[in-house]
Structure formats: C-alpha cells, structure tokens
C-alpha cells in the first residue's frame, strides 16, 4: 500500500512593501504620486481603477509612508469619527465611492483642519459617482484623481516570476509565457494561479510545468507530460 501524503494549505502571506511593488507604465503615474507625498496639492488623492490593478498595493505603501489609518467604507457610518481617527492625521478609505456622503464629507473636513491626507481608493474618479452632496462633491473633484491601468502581459509575467520566487519555485520562461498569455490581467488572477499550481505540485510531487497549468488552471489533460 502506498504512503499517504499530506498537503497542509498553509496560508501565503504576500508582501506589499515597496521593495515589493513591480513598477509599469500602467502603474507608473500612481506610484509616483504616492512617493511625492506629502507634497501633494490638496488634501486628498483619489487612485482608481479595475479590481487587481495592484490599487491594494499602493495604499499599503501609503500607509506605511504615511503611518495612515485604514477604514472600511462601512465604519465610517457606524462610530463617532473622532474616535475612530484618534490622532491619525493620514487615512485611507478603500471603497470609498461605497462610504455615506455625509460622514465622507466629515472625514475630508477633519483631515484637513488637522493639515493631513486622505487617500481616496476606487473602482472609478470620484467624478463618475453618484454624489448627492455638493459640498462633497467640490471637495472631491478639487484632488488629482490618479488611474491605475489593468496590467499589461509583460508586467503580469513579471509578478509571476516574483510570486513563484516567493515561494520558493523555480519554474520556466514556457511556463510564465503561457500563464501571462492564458490568464485574467491581474494580479488577483497572477495570485490564485500560482497558490494553485503551488498546491498541485506539492501534491503530485512534480514540478510546475505547462501540463500541469492547463490541467489544474483550465481543465486540460495533456496527451503527455514532457
């Protein structure tokens, strides 16, 4: 009888320190804009774009620039402002365009009295929301809102190369091209897949080959693994 393997799914914590960030043209405008903070011209910045555009990414680095305070869209409406900003004179709202007017409206108002930041984080410019309240609105409109483009082939083959690095897995230009070739543009795509075929190999005790991708990512038995 053959030994039982095990495969433990021992969660994969990925970095998002700047040491860590793959710089593009598609990301080149809002990187640059977070590395000249403070310096920016108005109280607030707006980064906005497809889901796994690496906007998650960049408002880490902001935060750990910026020693900023993260809140959820929802919190904003559920506590006392105050209490939740405690002396923080940088946050970071994700989702934003989700968050109530009126306590959005309050946060800009003290982040600003207190001559801090607030980053504002989205699938669209704030001047494609439905915004109600004018005062919010002029606000919101007055800050650099910043695109972060959906990556292209080239930057998505190099995070591959990056993530399979990070695990420690060696794997083939043949199977990075056909990954970067086959997969959504993004990095949450780029994630999954290589957590999946880390798990595979591990499994099946082979490495990570091009059998192994269109197997375990698209369904396709090969005729033959080489």
Known sequence: MAEKQYVF???HQTALTRADFVAAPANAAALGWIERWPDWPAPALSLYGPTGAGKTHLTQIWRARAAARELAPEMLGNAALPALLGNARAVSVDGA??????PLLHLYNMIAERGGHLLIVAREAPGR???GLADLR??????PAIAVAQPDEELIATVLVKLFADRQKQVSADVVDFLAL???RSFTAAQEAVARL???ALAEHRPITVPLARKVLFGEEPALDL
């Open 9 to 11: 799914d021992i969660p």
């Open 97 to 102: 365009d989700r968050a109530p007017e009126e």
């Open 129 to 131: 929301w439905n915004i």
């Open 138 to 143: 002029s606000r919101l409109l007055a800050a």
């Open 182 to 184: 086959r997969l959504e």
């Open 198 to 200: 880390d798990r595979a």
